[in-house]
């Protein structure tokens, strides 16, 4: 035991509960309720969502242009949704509605605007949408991180490797890392998997502190990547992780075989996105479940009517966050097909899914024997669309071993200047590979519902055959 898993249980986090600082304490405070309620029944649980989803829905009708007109529309007034199933009434959000409507239409009347955080999605579609989060909200995420930490039987004080790209990772102030350090021993490693070769990442492992225990957070794409050259050169890690979770991307049964080859250790699914945060993980008890993170957030999956279907059938999967009260997402379609989970076995009130479709990340092999995985690319495509952006879709489609189409569907403002400037962007990433432009109306949608923003050659290849 080191010194700040002995003192942050019993000193400070008490401490911390004792304190009445809503901006620096509250998330301690909801971390604990999720700790107890958990294990509240379903009933429990679901008339505590039936009240926060009844003060979102009148708010948003009384605050939110888009919703007013939705809800009037349809018919609709927010006392009449009394119950979850109340909520098959609903007409369902599109991410085309939040796109078409930001700002104007979607930011709520009436809420400060120091509350207003802006974010955007990863692009991950080829097209990012932006979006606001509630100030206040991101502290619910963050108590549901930490309460995360509990299900994983890791705490603050051990070491996290985020694999990911150096363009996401959080850049926290200089004071705050270092407080953040010193008062709860956090020591978190960010590892671009773009760049870090696999003896890079091995030896990151090595000179870990023994007394340690430590957990690895990734793209599967990338732990995927180092699995299979660990397997094929015969090495793996000096000691195994505590716990691997695997998110951002849906976790195929074969990439989770390769990393647990690798690492002996079975990776965990995370579900979430940038607009909703924590959304679902692996029940610690129970593999074959996904439990829903928490209070803040409705999961429904739903039929093409828009109506929830039954536990073990598959459907369409919408998200109502009940704390965003800057702008609201309700019955908002996130792009995924799950199956309906039902109640688990290990007691937990939280309700489940089971089985999410999401978009399995593809990577693009470099001649030169680099990586270029869709969270790379995804910079470059929020550069080059912006809210009024000359693109509103892009794919990079593979051709040859050293060649790359990136397609493109432009905006009336795209010209030779933005074509030009695309080329020296993706030419710098893309190194050793013949890269073109081509103008395209629109970009094929995947069985799935989503647009790949990378199409491998092997895909490629395999589309041909089939064609």
Not at 228 to 238: A, K, L, Q, V, Y
Not at 382 to 390: I, S, Y
Not at 435 to 449: A, H, L, M, Q, W
């Amino acid at each position: 035991m080191n010194m700040h898993s002995f003192l942050v249980p019993r000193v400070f986090l008490p401490i911390m509960r004792k304190m009445d600082f809503h901006d620096t304490t509250y998330w301690v405070r909801y971390a604990d309720h999720l700790e107890k309620s958990q294990w509240d029944s379903r009933e429990e649980l679901d008339a505590r969502l039936c009240l926060k989803l009844g003060r979102m829905l009148r708010h948003a009708y009384a605050n939110v242009p888009f919703y007013r007109k939705q809800f009037d529309s349809h018919g609709i007034n927010p006392d009449d949704i009394r119950t979850l199933e109340d909520m098959n009434h609903l007409p369902v959000t599109a991410r085309s509605d939040i796109v078409a409507h930001y700002p104007e239409q979607m930011l709520a009347a009436g809420v400060p605007g120091k509350l207003r955080v802006p974010g955007f999605t990863s692009g991950s579609t080829g097209s990012p949408m932006y979006f606001y989060n509630d100030r206040q909200e991101l502290m619910i995420k963050n108590a549901v991180h930490n309460f995360v930490r509990g299900w994983l039987g890791t705490g603050m004080w051990d070491t996290e490797i985020t694999i990911g790209v150096s363009s996401y990772f959080y850049k926290e102030k200089a004071l705050k890392k270092a407080f953040l350090r010193a008062v709860f021993g956090q020591h978190s490693i960010n590892v671009s998997g773009m760049d870090c070769t696999l003896d890079d990442f091995l030896r990151i492992i090595r000179t870990l502190p023994g007394h340690r225990r430590y957990s690895i957070r990734t793209y599967p794409s990338y732990l995927a990547l180092y699995s299979s050259e660990m397997i094929e050169r015969g090495i793996g890690p000096d000691r195994k992780p505590d716990v691997i979770v695997a998110g951002a991307e849906a976790l195929s049964d074969h990439r989770a075989s390769l990393i647990e080859q690798a690492f002996a250790r079975r990776p965990l699914r995370h579900y979430g996105c940038k607009e909703l945060g924590y959304i679902a993980l692996t029940c610690p008890d129970n593999p074959e479940n996904m439990h829903i993170l928490g209070e803040q957030l409705i999961v429904r999956v739903v039929d093409e009517r828009g109506k929830q279907v039954k536990p073990g059938h598959r459907g369409r999967v919408l998200v109502t966050n009940l704390y965003n009260r800057v702008m609201p997402f309700i019955n908002y379609e996130i792009g995924d097909n799950a199956v309906a989970g039902s109640p688990c076995t290990c007691g937990r009130g939280f309700h489940t899914i089971r089985s999410i479709e999401g978009r399995i990340g593809e990577v693009l092999r470099l001649p030169g024997g680099g990586t270029v995985s869709e969270a790379a690319v995804n910079p470059i495509v929020r550069t080059l669309h912006l809210p009024n952006g000359v693109l509103r879709e892009l794919q990079l489609v593979q051709t040859a071993e050293d060649e790359v189409c990136i397609m493109a569907v432009p905006s009336k403002t795209f010209t030779e200047e933005h074509r030009d400037r695309m080329l020296v962007h993706f030419s710098r990433m893309l190194r050793g590979m013949k890269t073109r432009i081509e103008t395209v109306d629109g970009i094929r949608v995947s069985p799935s519902g989503k647009r790949p923003l990378i199409v491998p050659l092997e895909k490629m290849n395999a589309a041909n055959d089939n064609d």
